[in-house]
Each structure stands twice: as structure tokens, then as C-alpha cells.
């Protein structure tokens, strides 16, 4: 079963405009990473959050960790047509012993 | 520095086949993991090598199979293709331990089982 699940599951803005996608997942966390892909290629790392960390920041994107509530989410300010992608989150348990575990991810469609 | 490599990027086999699939680390990286991507199921994790050991296991059957050679690239084997078994498979390496650092992904091989 999935970890982590994205909401919404798509998102269609106009460019310039900011956007929001959540995750939440339902085991304890050691750590949760977002990533991009971009037309079923190779996902790219976009930022990893730790679990005693609360806010994160890289260029125009802006990560937040709730372990109170299990949930994360990802800021994309001024959003561009390329930021035009899928994104996932993907947590870590414990040890790691299961990897990567992502979310079914969230399509956002940047409009010119 | 060169990215994560995968070959091929496109496959086309039939049931009950065999098919390897291979990747090559970014320079440095002894970390390799592979993951399953299909439109159903989403991404799910295969296996984790580091320095020729598999250091853990996702829930596939025992068709699925991987190692790791000492110059840290990585192939993948799947036996007795299933239609089911179609899917985009990436493969990742990391510096460090995965689960606790970036990791980079390759294109990704496309396998088409008819």
C-alpha cells in the first residue's frame, strides 16, 4: 500500500501563479523527499526534509513538515511552463529497509 | 559529471522470456536501487546494492533479480516475463546510504511484455 499520498492528484494553474501540493502519509517518518518527473522519464530530486525538521527552502520551492499531522507540502512560486510535471513525495521508515516509498505523485499543468 | 545511464531505453519482449537490464552509477556512487514504475501501481522499490550486496529487498517475486558488479554498475533480471511485468524501471544511486540522501535517477528502461 501506498505511504504517502499527494493531494490533489492534479493541478492546472496559469504561469506566474503559485502552487500548493500536500502529501500525507501514515507511519512515522525518518525522512521524506520530493521529486519531479517529467513525462514518464527519471525522476529528479527537488528536497529532503528531515524529521526534526520543520521548513525547507531551495530557489522557488518552499517544503514543510508536519509530523504532528503526517503531512508535507510543496510550494512552487511563480510557477514557469517547465515546471510542468508530475510530482511525488517519497518516505523513508525507519531504517530504510523499504526504500523509497512514493506516493501515486500529483500532475501539475503550468499554463502559458 | 555523467548521470545515471541505463540501457536499454526500450525493450519489446514476449511472455515467458528473460530480459537483463543494466545500469551505470554516477561516477563515485557505490549506492545503486531499483524501482518499478507502472500507471496501476505507481513506483515501488526492488532492491538496494552497495558494494556488491543487497542490502534490502522490496515484495517481488523471486522472478525479479538484480546484482551489482564491483565497479558499482548494476543489472536487473526478470524470468518468466508476465504481461504485468510492463513498466517503466528506473534505476537510482546515491553517494551515501539511499533512504537518507538524494538520489539520482537514470531515463529509465521501458519494457513492453506482449
Known amino acids: 500500500s501506498q505511504q504517502g499520498e499527494e493531494d490533489p492528484q492534479a493541478l492546472s494553474i496559469q504561469e506566474g501563479e503559485n502552487a500548493t501540493m500536500n502529501c500525507s502519509y501514515k507511519t512515522s517518518i525518518n525522512n521524506l523527499q520530493w521529486y519531479r518527473q517529467n513525462s514518464g522519464r527519471g525522476l529528479v530530486h527537488l528536497i529532503l526534509?528531515?524529521?526534526?525538521?520543520r521548513e525547507k527552502h531551495s530557489g522557488r520551492l518552499r517544503v514543510t513538515l508536519d509530523t504532528s499531522k503526517k503531512s508535507s507540502s510543496l510550494l512552487i512560486t511563480a510557477s514557469r511552463a517547465a515546471d510542468t510535471a508530475s510530482y511525488f513525495c517519497a518516505t523513508v521508515v525507519g531504517g530504510g529497509a523499504d526504500g523509497l516509498t512514493f506516493g501515486k505523485g500529483t500532475h501539475l499543468i503550468i499554463q502559458p | 559529471k555523467a548521470g545515471v545511464t541505463q540501457t536499454p531505453r526500450y525493450l519489446i519482449k514476449t511472455r515467458g522470456q528473460q530480459v537483463t537490464l543494466s545500469c551505470s552509477p554516477i561516477s563515485g556512487h557505490r549506492s545503486v536501487s531499483w524501482y518499478q514504475q507502472t500507471p496501476g501501481q505507481g513506483l515501488q522499490f526492488l532492491f538496494e546494492?552497495?558494494?556488491?550486496?543487497?542490502?534490502n529487498k522490496g515484495n517481488f517475486p523471486g522472478r525479479f533479480s538484480g546484482r551489482q558488479f564491483s565497479n558499482s554498475r548494476s543489472e536487473m533480471n526478470v524470468s518468466t516475463l508476465e504481461l504485468g511485468d510492463s513498466a517503466l524501471y528506473l534505476c537510482a544511486s546515491s553517494l551515501g546510504q539511499p533512504s537518507y540522501n538524494e538520489q539520482f535517477f537514470g531515463p529509465g528502461t521501458r519494457l513492453t511484455v506482449l
Open positions: 526534509i528531515r524529521s526534526n525538521e
Open positions: 546494492y552497495f558494494s556488491e550486496t543487497q542490502r
